[in-house]
Structures are given as structure tokens and as C-alpha cells.
């Protein structure tokens, strides 16, 4: 673990024919900060605009006169963006790589323009079902080409997607449907994993038997495994029979740069999960631009993201940045482990990859099979590596450095949000030094500070709660429907400021170092669950009285999830009942929520006025039990004791 504090200097052949320098870096930053709008009034002519902006940025944080607008009179279409404007140049080039969970399935190479067609005929059919602009539109697909398909045939007839990841139960799905009113739902009879098949269709006829969903007029049923599906006539239509005979040529919806693009959703701090919402014209700008200056992008690039499109880096950096930005993009449907833990080196021999982007959970959990399934591939094509969605441990940055990049590649370690669609925080390998473990300096525009619990900002080497000071292009603009919630949300606990939820520590250097939540979200392997998503689905259970969900450090996840669960009365504690509680939370919510731990509680600690003290429980749970504070205040200290005793972790 005891490393010493090593510095990866920036790789003089890499800077030599980097997008930004040392030298360029400092001077564009000073720029981007003193003057915004000429910054990003320049940054957005890479896009093609109906009618360009004249007005670039018109933000205040101020809580009496609140509002985010970015080109607030430009007009474009995404999907002209990412499709149409290639034609010319790169139509044969290919867009997507789709590479199938079962290896001696033959990958797809579909170009610009068959990409195109396949948009413009989906979005054609879209409007023949009676889908208009504005209109809300759930996508619930396995990694499959169609999934991009249908997010930019949402953009081209000016409906707002919501991407729903496939692994969420019918619970998670018919509580977001009813959030934003879907019209309609495009979905796949099943979904492949690692050979394991996800009932999706099935799902989403559970979710629509589920109150306030009966806005869905339609589900569109991609034939994706083959296998029997129920189709329930007229509502249920198959993909393939609505879009086969539609013309290839579909006239873009004129968007305003402000329009909603899509919404998705992600766990808070409390209650249900938030509808992110990000508009079109400051998006894209910011999705492209990071896309290419984080990534370091060239014009004969292999890039593979191997996040899913149910997650915000699936829209940024597998979707909407590498196709406005005409790169080729490889989209996996498949998972790191099978058939064999070399699957990822080998997918990334047999495609040539040059730029590989994962999340730290992948790269501890391939680290623990050792080096020689890495090593006995080549790996030669790669140039730059990335790293998202959570804190990556300098032991595993340097394992992903030395034995997957052979210490010739570069590793960006990217922090941003769902809210902030695009990348804020990382190293542009020809301008920063690299530090493992850090996600090093503020992109273009980005201004973060560090605030202590009163809001004081902290200058020089300190460790607080990060915020960002002022707004840029790719910011989320509300919670869809709910435009008070996104300023209690983001802008009342450090007024002026647009708070993360992180905490973060900056070193003498001036290198910012991301610590973790610093509120009731847990991070599991790179996702995130608000600890009281599981608590509510626990407590949904007729034996159980009340719960209480903290994270604890878990090896290869990063956080596990922990629950501490009290009983109703006259329920017996038993390790029958525990899997069935287990296997609950996995039926409401889906099972990247699935407890880790689960303890019986007879008493969980609470102040005098009833509030759960969720500090002391992070202290078991850590088996910390020497750190657990002042426990004075509590109603009844004594159920500390039984707690720590009965702890579950071994
Ligand atoms: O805690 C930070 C962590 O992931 C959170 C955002 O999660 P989500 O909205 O799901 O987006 C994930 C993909 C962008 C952040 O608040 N996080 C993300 N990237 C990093 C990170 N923590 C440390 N280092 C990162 N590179």
C-alpha cells in the first residue's frame, strides 16, 4: 500500500502530438475563467447549428434569481450533430463496433450512414406512433446498437429520452415511468450477460401492470434473443414490423439550444430518484469538446467506453461525444468475466482499440486474477486508458498503468456527475502530470472550491466539501417537474455554489483528490444508491419494522451496501428470513442494490427527537468500533453495545 508519492510525468512523445500542452492548458484556463463567453462562444462552432448562438452564457446561482441558460438563442438538432453533418466526410466510416456477449458471435461494423438510415427510420416510425416534440420516451435495452439507435432517433423527432439500465427491476422502472409520463417504451424481448438472459420484456409488462403508468401508449419490442415474449396487441409492437418499410430520410426536429434532450435518472440523498435533465445545445457542446480533449481524440481512433447507456457516462462518452465528434465507438454488450477474465484485452486485441475507458470496480475486480490473463495478450493499440464513477486506489491506478497500459498509456482518472454531463475534474495526459489515486485539475471553465460544514472556503492544501463555483455548458438545468427540489438539491447548502455531494482533499500542488460521498449516497461499483432507496424497499416488507442502510469500504465494489434491520414485533430473526429480505430489495429495486450485509437490529441508535444516528452505524458497519464518538445524546446508548457484538462482517 505504501507507495511512495509518485509523480508520472506527462510522456514527452505523448505531449508532443497531445490536442493540449502544458503550455496551452494554463493559458486557455486562465482564459475560460476570465472570460467565459468568448471561451464557449468559440468552443461552439464545432457543433452545426440551425442558427447559431448569439447569446452564450446567462446563469445565476442566486437563489432569488435562479436560472441556467446556456446559447439560449441557438437552435440545432443532436442527431444532426452526431449523424448527418458526417455523411459528407465520414459516411463509410464506422460509427459503432458492436461487439456480442458470445465471442464467436461476429461483431458488427455499422458506418455513419447506415447509422443515419437506422435513426431516421426509427424516428420516422416514432412519428407515425404519434410521438411529438417534447414527448417522454423510456428506453429499456441491453447494450445493443439499437439502444443508440433509438436515444438519437428520440433526439431527431425532438422527444425526451429516459434511459432506464437494464439491470433495474419493474419496480425502479414503472416508479420512473410514471415520473416523466412516458408515451411511449422501447425495449428488447431479453438481454444477454455473460450468457445469462434478462427478462426485459417481461419487466416492463410487471412495471406497466404498476399504478400511473398508463400514459405508455405503446412498447416497441426489439427481437434481440429470439425467445417467446407475451405481446399484448395493440399496445405491444415489434421493433422490427414498425420500422422495417419507413423511408431512411427523416426531417430533424428544430430544437432550441435549451430544449430538454433527456432525462435520467439517479439516487439522491432522499426520496425516489431525480430526473436529471439535460438540454441540447450546452450538452452536446460539452459531451464533444471533453470527449475530445479528455480523450485526446484522432480521426482513426478505436474508442471503447464500457459503460452501459443506462448510465450517464453511456450518454456522454459512448453516445452523444464520440458520434458528434465522428469517432468509431465500440459498443459491448457483453461483461468483463466471460467466457474468461481476458475478455476485455482480448476484445480490445481483436478491435485494435486505442482509447480504453472503464471504472476502477472492473479493474480491482480483474486485479485479483492476476497479471497473466492480461498479459497474454498484446495489447499494442492502446494509447490512452480512462477511469470513472468513483475513486480509483492508487494500488489499482497502478496495476491499470503497468500491466494493462504496459506503462506506455496514459490514464485519465475523470470525476464528474449525472448532473454535470460531462467531465470536470481530470488530467489531459499532454498538459498534467499524473498522480495515481488523483483526479488531478479543473477542465476548461470548471472552477471548484472547498468549503468547510459552515461554507468557508478553504484556500491552499485542505480537505472539505467540493463545490463548483460557477456553471458550465453540460450543467444539468432541473429535476424534471420539479424545479424547486434541483435548487434545494444543489444551491441552498453553499449558496452561490452548485454543491456535489463530494467531499475532496487538495494538495500542495494543487491536485484535487475526491474522497467520497459525503452524503446518504452510497457508491457501489461505481453506482448510485441513496441509502434510503433501500431502506423504503426494505421496510416495504410485512416483517420488517424500520431499517437503516449505510456503505461500508468494500475491496472490489469500493462501497458495499450494509443494513441494519429491526424486526415488528414478534418476528424471529432468522437466516431464512434474512435471504428472503435480501432477495427483496433485489425484486423492488434490482440487483445492483443487493444488500451485502444485512444485521438484526433490536434498536437502532437515535437522538432524543428520533433521528437515526447514521454516523455510528458507518462505524460499525466499518468495524470501527473505537471511533464512534459521542454517543451521549442518543435515547439509548445501550443499543450501541448489542450492536457492535452482533456485528455481520467477518
Ligand atoms: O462520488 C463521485 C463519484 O461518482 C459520483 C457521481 O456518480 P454518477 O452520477 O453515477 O456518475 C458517475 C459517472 C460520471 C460522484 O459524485 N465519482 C465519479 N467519478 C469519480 C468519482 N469519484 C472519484 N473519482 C472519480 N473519477
Known amino acids: 500500500m505504501n507507495h511512495p508519492a509518485t509523480v508520472y510525468p506527462i510522456d514527452p512523445e505523448f505531449a508532443a502530438k497531445a490536442r493540449i500542452t502544458r503550455e496551452s492548458y494554463e493559458r486557455q484556463y486562465a482564459e475560460s475563467v476570465k472570460d467565459p463567453d468568448g471561451f464557449w462562444g468559440k468552443v461552439a462552432d464545432r457543433l452545426d447549428w440551425f442558427r447559431k448562438p448569439t447569446k452564450i452564457k446567462d446563469v445565476s446561482y442566486a437563489l432569488e434569481d435562479f436560472h441556467i441558460r446556456w446559447y439560449e438563442d441557438g437552435e440545432l438538432n443532436a442527431s444532426v450533430n452526431c449523424l448527418d453533418r458526417h455523411l459528407a466526410t465520414r459516411g463509410d466510416k464506422t460509427a459503432l463496433i458492436f461487439e456480442q456477449d458470445d465471442p464467436s458471435k461476429p461483431a458488427q461494423h455499422i458506418t455513419y450512414r447506415e447509422l443515419h438510415a437506422r435513426v431516421c427510420k426509427l424516428a420516422n416510425a416514432l412519428r407515425s406512433l404519434g410521438v411529438r416534440k417534447g414527448d417522454r420516451i423510456t428506453i429499456y435495452l441491453p447494450m445493443i446498437p439499437e439502444a443508440v439507435v433509438a436515444m438519437l432517433a428520440c433526439a431527431r423527432v425532438g422527444?425526451?429520452?429516459?434511459?432506464?439500465f437494464g439491470g433495474f427491476a419493474p419496480n425502479s422502472i414503472s416508479d420512473r415511468v410514471a415520473d416523466c409520463q412516458s408515451k411511449l417504451i422501447i425495449t428488447a424481448d431479453e438481454g444477454l450477460r455473460g450468457g445469462k438472459k434478462v427478462p426485459l420484456k417481461a419487466n416492463v409488462d410487471a412495471a406497466l401492470k404498476m399504478p400511473g403508468t398508463n400514459t405508455v401508449e405503446t412498447v416497441l419490442v426489439v427481437r434481440h434473443t429470439g425467445s417467446a415474449v407475451d405481446m399484448q396487441m395493440p399496445r405491444d409492437r415489434w421493433y422490427d414490423a414498425v420500422v422495417d418499410e419507413q423511408?431512411?430520410?427523416?426531417?430533424?426536429?428544430?430544437?432550441?439550444?435549451?430544449?430538454?434532450?433527456?432525462?435520467l435518472y439517479t439516487s439522491g440523498s432522499t426520496g425516489k430518484p431525480k430526473g436529471v435533465l439535460h438540454t441540447t445545445g450546452g450538452y452536446l457542446v460539452y459531451a464533444s469538446y471533453t470527449h475530445e480533449m479528455v480523450f485526446d481524440l484522432r480521426d482513426d481512433d478505436i474508442y471503447w467506453c464500457t459503460a452501459d447507456v443506462g448510465w450517464v457516462t453511456g450518454h456522454s462518452y459512448i453516445v452523444y461525444g464520440p458520434l458528434a465528434?465522428?469517432?468509431?465507438?465500440?459498443?459491448?454488450?457483453?461483461?468483463?468475466?466471460y467466457p474468461n477474465v481476458s475478455r476485455f484485452w482480448e476484445v480490445i486485441d481483436k478491435h485494435k482499440v486505442t482509447i480504453f475507458y472503464t471504472a476502477p470496480t472492473a479493474i480491482r475486480a480483474l486485479m485479483r486474477d492476476g497479471d497473466e490473463p492480461v498479459k497474454k495478450t498484446s495489447r499494442a493499440s492502446l494509447r490512452l486508458l480512462g477511469s470513472v464513477g468513483e475513486p480509483i486506489n492508487p494500488e489499482a491506478w497502478r496495476w491499470y498503468y503497468d500491466v494493462v497500459g504496459d506503462a506506455r498509456c496514459p490514464i485519465v482518472d475523470t470525476w464528474w456527475q449525472t448532473e454535470t454531463g460531462g467531465i470536470l475534474i481530470t488530467p489531459l495526459a499532454g498538459a498534467i502530470d499524473l498522480k495515481p489515486g488523483s483526479a488531478t485539475k479543473p477542465f476548461f471553465g470548471v472552477q471548484p472550491a472547498l468549503v468547510d460544514?459552515?461554507?468557508?472556503?478553504?484556500?491552499?492544501?485542505?480537505?472539505?466539501?467540493?463545490?463548483?463555483?460557477?456553471?458550465?455548458?453540460?450543467?444539468?438545468?432541473?429535476?424534471?417537474g420539479d424545479d424547486q427540489r434541483f435548487i434545494d438539491t444543489y444551491f441552498r447548502t453553499y449558496p452561490g455554489n452548485y454543491f456535489t455531494g463530494d467531499g475532496c482533499r487538495r494538495d500542495a500542488d494543487g491536485y484535487y483528490w475526491i474522497t467520497g460521498r459525503v452524503d446518504d449516497v452510497i457508491n457501489v461499483s461505481g453506482h448510485r444508491i441513496g441509502t434510503a432507496e433501500v431502506e423504503s424497499a426494505l421496510v416495504s416488507h410485512p416483517k420488517v419494522a424500520e431499517a437503516a442502510v449505510v456503505g461500508f469500504p468494500h475491496d472490489i465494489k469500493g462501497q458495499g451496501i450494509y443494513a441494519y434491520v429491526t424486526l415488528i414485533a414478534g418476528e424471529a430473526p432468522t437466516d431464512a428470513l434474512l435471504k428472503e429480505l435480501v432477495a427483496h430489495v433485489r425484486q423492488e429495486i434490482g440487483p445492483i442494490a443487493?444488500?451485502?450485509?444485512?444485521?438484526?437490529?433490536?434498536?437502532l441508535p437515535k437522538t432524543r427527537s428520533g433521528k437515526i444516528m447514521r454516523r455510528i452505524l458507518r462505524k460499525i458497519a466499518e468495524n470501527a468500533p473505537d471511533q464512534l464518538g459521542d454517543t451521549s445524546t442518543l435515547a439509548d446508548p445501550s443499543v450501541v453495545d448489542s450492536l457492535v457484538k452482533e456485528r455481520r462482517v467477518p
Not at 159 to 164: E, G, T
Not at 248 to 257: D, G, I, L, V, W
Not at 325 to 337: D, K, R, Y
Open 159 to 164: 422527444a425526451i429520452h429516459s434511459v432506464v
Open 247 to 263: 423511408p431512411t430520410e427523416c426531417a430533424p426536429e428544430r430544437m432550441n439550444a435549451e430544449d430538454p434532450l433527456f432525462i
Open 325 to 337: 465528434n465522428g469517432a468509431t465507438a465500440l459498443v459491448f454488450e457483453g461483461v468483463p468475466n
Open 453 to 480: 460544514a459552515n461554507g468557508n472556503v478553504l484556500e491552499g492544501e485542505a480537505e472539505g466539501n467540493l463545490v463548483l463555483r460557477d456553471s458550465w455548458p453540460g450543467q444539468m438545468r432541473t429535476v424534471y
Open 594 to 603: 443487493t444488500p451485502d450485509h444485512l444485521q438484526w437490529a433490536p434498536g
